[in-house]
């Protein structure tokens, strides 16, 4: 896969938060940071409250809050717990490392 | 911080678990809605506590259960739990959800985190499938992925509160390293046996080589519990806790019934026989026929229609049947018809406390009535010393209560002094009757002595008396005493031979007496009879000379008349007159 090929695809974003509990807004605003300098204009983020839809936790198997389930682009789908307030080994998963550099 | 529980619910019920001897050791099980902590090392059987406490729930008390799984799959733990009969497939069909909860090992961890998200889908979980008791197993997984001491405990907050919240019964199990107690409480959840309101301890130890698991209840707020360590195995149902029955023990119901020990002049000796219900015990060095008494008391058993389970720990069972055999002690067809049940423990390696729950199990499952284990010394072998004799004494005590009688062998070490306490295991003072066997050397003879040493509550004969095997069966002699000394075998054969004699002699004597005054007895008649026969003749010739006499004095007087005639003679002369 070619550098501009991957630049123009577009990251798909799920970010599974305890409402409004401290580390899931601490979460919201990391990504949103994220997305804004490394992603800009090529990403969609859904916020899912699991005291809201505790269902679709279920099924999604999230145990830990705040939870970040990278959709697309594939391949697999990646899972990433925590605040996201370590920006290092979050764009290492999302493989945008080379991004930051 | 306290738990948000009320003085109220202090007294709440008690949630099962369907564990052998545990809901004994708890007074009914688990602290009913609210959090319960197992602790124990790798293998100590956490997960199978923890998973059968659910399925006692979801069979028999109409509680649902979740199970969340951190670190083995949840795949794995139902097939591992597959032996235990527990129907999983069935049970998760409604009743028992499992929730696989592993970190993925690719997981990737930024910033903190907490399990919130868990919670709220177990909630829902929950309140779906009306939950009321859930385990989570191996918290401690997944609190090793929180970076620091503070962020455990606030997850182990979280999580206690919202059990109370949501009133379930909670159990969690977390490792504890290596087998010290001790330890426990330096652990970075060691926190959690402060919070919770039942902590059980699981440890898993090696003595001499042999495996000793042992359940200890640390803590059981608002309930009084067994603070014991009680030994547990991990039996084909599932875990068995081998609870000590001591509270249990004063409402023993005493039977005063009698039963046949199998053999007649012993059961003459013990007044009647064993008690219902009583424990005896039999002692002897090896080969004076302990396995045989044994045998014979299940024999008598069987033959009453009662079930009986032998345990030998001495030979295959197979054995067992042919070798009592020989002494006419026919155990076949009551193996064969199921009333007897003959387990070898030959096989079972492990601790006395294995060996006790295992007794009991089959005991139980068999319905035993009469339970005979040859012989129970094994126990004290194998690193077993400091256990055998408690494994023993609550053999005793769960017989008693349970109405069973229970016949043990031991083996006296043919070292050990001939002193009468000379069981290792000191069991003597538990056994209501104690038979010992012996061997008496005399006259270049092994001989088999049997004398009763204590029978609580009975009159017993004080004699020691010969046991005599032979195919017909086993039989008591008297033995002789003679000169202070007791005789047996060849010389009491000889001293009653020497008896037989006399008697004979004496019967022969007076056969002859008889005989010889029988002889005089008809001489004198003889003579009898010869004088009569005299005498009649004496009359005939008395009477003969009478008449005569008459005829000749006829004659004379008639001729006299005729001389008077032809002499013409005047008056009678003077002459002989007739008599």
Same mark, same amino acid.
């Given at each position: 896969?070619?550098?501009?090929?991957?630049?123009?695809?577009?990251?798909?974003?799920?970010?599974?938060?305890?409402?409004?509990?401290?580390?899931?807004?601490?979460?919201?605003?990391?990504?949103?940071?994220?997305?804004?300098?490394?992603?800009?204009?090529?990403?969609?983020?859904?916020?899912?409250?699991?005291?809201?839809?505790?269902?679709?936790?279920?099924?999604?198997?999230?145990?830990? #809050?705040? #939870?970040?389930?990278?959709?697309?682009?594939?391949?697999?789908?990646?899972?990433?717990?925590? #605040?996201?307030?370590? #920006?290092?080994?979050v764009l290492q998963a999302l493989g945008l490392e080379t991004l930051a550099t | 911080m306290k738990s948000l529980r009320s003085p109220l619910a202090r007294r709440s019920s008690k949630a099962p678990t369907g564990i052998v001897g545990f809901d004994e050791i708890t007074g009914g099980g688990l602290p009913h809605g609210r959090t319960t902590l197992l602790v124990g090392g790798p293998g100590s059987g956490k997960t199978i506590l923890a998973l059968q406490f659910l399925v006692h729930g979801a069979q028999h008390c109409k509680e649902p259960g979740i199970f969340v799984a951190f670190e083995e799959s949840s795949k794995r733990i139902a097939a591992n739990a597959e032996s235990f009969g527990w129907n999983l497939a069935e049970l998760r069909r409604k009743k028992l959800h499992f929730m696989d909860a592993q970190p993925m090992s690719d997981l990737v961890q930024s910033g903190n985190f907490d399990l919130s998200g868990m919670l709220a889908s177990l909630g829902a979980q929950a309140k779906a499938m009306g939950a009321r008791r859930i385990v989570f197993d191996a918290l401690d997984v997944v609190l090793a992925l929180l970076p620091d001491a503070a962020a455990k405990r606030r997850e182990v907050y979280r999580l206690h509160e919202w059990l109370l919240a949501c009133e379930l019964t909670g159990l969690i199990t977390a490792k504890a390293g290596g087998d010290e107690a001790s330890s426990f409480s330096q652990q970075p959840f060691g926190f959690m046996q402060f919070m919770v309101d039942c902590a059980v301890i699981l440890s898993h130890s090696v003595v001499q080589g042999v495996s000793q698991r042992n359940l200890r209840v640390q803590k059981y707020r608002g309930s009084s519990f067994d603070e014991n360590e009680s030994p547990f195995l991990i039996g084909a149902r599932g875990l068995e806790v081998d609870a000590m029955r001591t509270h249990v023990r004063a409402n023993v119901k005493v039977s005063s019934e009698r039963v046949s020990s199998g053999v007649k002049r012993l059961d003459t000796m013990l007044g009647g026989g064993y008690y219902r219900g009583a424990s005896v015990l039999i002692t002897g060095f090896p080969g004076t026929a302990k396995t045989t008494l044994a045998g014979a008391f299940a024999e008598a058993a069987c033959k009453r229609g009662e079930r009986t389970?032998?345990?030998?720990?001495?030979?295959?069972?197979?054995?067992?049947?042919?070798?009592?055999?020989?002494?006419?002690?026919?155990?076949?067809?009551?193996?064969?018809?199921?009333?007897?049940?003959?387990?070898?423990?030959?096989?079972?390696?492990?601790?006395?406390?294995?060996?006790?729950?295992?007794?009991?199990?089959?005991?139980?499952e068999h319905g035993a009535r009469c339970l005979v284990i040859d012989p129970m010394s094994t126990w004290s072998k194998s690193g077993n010393d400091s256990s055998a004799h408690s494994v023993a004494e609550r053999l005793t005590d769960w017989s008693k209560a349970s109405g069973i009688t229970l016949v043990c062998t031991s083996l006296l070490d043919e070292m050990s002094s001939q002193s009468e306490g000379g069981s290792s295991l000191h069991i003597s003072t538990l056994a209501d009757t104690w038979i010992k066997l012996s061997y008496l050397m005399q006259a270049g003879e092994r001989n088999r002595g049997l004398s009763i040493i204590k029978s609580r509550g009975t009159a017993h004969s004080n004699q020691v008396r010969e046991l005599i095997l032979s195919d017909a069966g086993v039989t008591l002699a008297d033995t002789y005493t003679a000169g202070g000394e007791v005789l047996m075998g060849t010389l009491r054969w000889e001293k009653e031979g020497a008896e037989r004699a006399a008697t004979e002699v004496t019967e022969v004597a007076g056969k002859l007496r008889r005989v010889r005054l029988d002889a005089e007895e008809a001489e004198l008649e003889v003579r009898v009879k010869s004088l009569q026969v005299e005498l009649d003749a004496k009359h005939v010739e008395k009477a003969l000379l009478a008449r005569t006499t008459e005829s000749r004095k006829g004659e004379l007087s008639q001729g006299q008349a005729r001389m008077k005639e032809l002499r013409g003679a005047d008056a009678a002369a003077p002459g002989r007159k007739s008599p």
């Amino acid at each position: 896969m070619s550098q501009s090929a991957k630049d123009r695809s577009k990251f798909k974003f799920r970010l599974y938060g305890a409402g409004d509990a401290q580390n899931s807004a601490q979460a919201v605003a990391n990504l949103t940071a994220l997305c804004r300098a490394y992603l800009k204009d090529r990403h969609a983020i859904e916020v899912v409250n699991v005291f809201r839809e505790p269902k679709r936790a279920l099924a999604d198997g999230i145990l830990m #809050t705040p #939870t970040l389930v990278k959709l697309a682009p594939s391949p697999a789908p990646k899972r990433i717990v925590g #605040t996201l307030s370590q #920006t290092q080994p979050v764009l290492q998963a999302l493989g945008l490392e080379t991004l930051a550099t | 911080m306290k738990s948000l529980r009320s003085p109220l619910a202090r007294r709440s019920s008690k949630a099962p678990t369907g564990i052998v001897g545990f809901d004994e050791i708890t007074g009914g099980g688990l602290p009913h809605g609210r959090t319960t902590l197992l602790v124990g090392g790798p293998g100590s059987g956490k997960t199978i506590l923890a998973l059968q406490f659910l399925v006692h729930g979801a069979q028999h008390c109409k509680e649902p259960g979740i199970f969340v799984a951190f670190e083995e799959s949840s795949k794995r733990i139902a097939a591992n739990a597959e032996s235990f009969g527990w129907n999983l497939a069935e049970l998760r069909r409604k009743k028992l959800h499992f929730m696989d909860a592993q970190p993925m090992s690719d997981l990737v961890q930024s910033g903190n985190f907490d399990l919130s998200g868990m919670l709220a889908s177990l909630g829902a979980q929950a309140k779906a499938m009306g939950a009321r008791r859930i385990v989570f197993d191996a918290l401690d997984v997944v609190l090793a992925l929180l970076p620091d001491a503070a962020a455990k405990r606030r997850e182990v907050y979280r999580l206690h509160e919202w059990l109370l919240a949501c009133e379930l019964t909670g159990l969690i199990t977390a490792k504890a390293g290596g087998d010290e107690a001790s330890s426990f409480s330096q652990q970075p959840f060691g926190f959690m046996q402060f919070m919770v309101d039942c902590a059980v301890i699981l440890s898993h130890s090696v003595v001499q080589g042999v495996s000793q698991r042992n359940l200890r209840v640390q803590k059981y707020r608002g309930s009084s519990f067994d603070e014991n360590e009680s030994p547990f195995l991990i039996g084909a149902r599932g875990l068995e806790v081998d609870a000590m029955r001591t509270h249990v023990r004063a409402n023993v119901k005493v039977s005063s019934e009698r039963v046949s020990s199998g053999v007649k002049r012993l059961d003459t000796m013990l007044g009647g026989g064993y008690y219902r219900g009583a424990s005896v015990l039999i002692t002897g060095f090896p080969g004076t026929a302990k396995t045989t008494l044994a045998g014979a008391f299940a024999e008598a058993a069987c033959k009453r229609g009662e079930r009986t389970l032998f345990v030998s720990f001495d030979s295959d069972s197979n054995e067992v049947v042919r070798d009592l055999a020989s002494v006419g002690i026919q155990l076949g067809h009551h193996l064969k018809n199921g009333r007897l049940r003959l387990a070898s423990a030959r096989t079972i390696t492990g601790s006395a406390e294995t060996y006790l729950v295992r007794i009991k199990t089959l005991a139980t499952e068999h319905g035993a009535r009469c339970l005979v284990i040859d012989p129970m010394s094994t126990w004290s072998k194998s690193g077993n010393d400091s256990s055998a004799h408690s494994v023993a004494e609550r053999l005793t005590d769960w017989s008693k209560a349970s109405g069973i009688t229970l016949v043990c062998t031991s083996l006296l070490d043919e070292m050990s002094s001939q002193s009468e306490g000379g069981s290792s295991l000191h069991i003597s003072t538990l056994a209501d009757t104690w038979i010992k066997l012996s061997y008496l050397m005399q006259a270049g003879e092994r001989n088999r002595g049997l004398s009763i040493i204590k029978s609580r509550g009975t009159a017993h004969s004080n004699q020691v008396r010969e046991l005599i095997l032979s195919d017909a069966g086993v039989t008591l002699a008297d033995t002789y005493t003679a000169g202070g000394e007791v005789l047996m075998g060849t010389l009491r054969w000889e001293k009653e031979g020497a008896e037989r004699a006399a008697t004979e002699v004496t019967e022969v004597a007076g056969k002859l007496r008889r005989v010889r005054l029988d002889a005089e007895e008809a001489e004198l008649e003889v003579r009898v009879k010869s004088l009569q026969v005299e005498l009649d003749a004496k009359h005939v010739e008395k009477a003969l000379l009478a008449r005569t006499t008459e005829s000749r004095k006829g004659e004379l007087s008639q001729g006299q008349a005729r001389m008077k005639e032809l002499r013409g003679a005047d008056a009678a002369a003077p002459g002989r007159k007739s008599p």
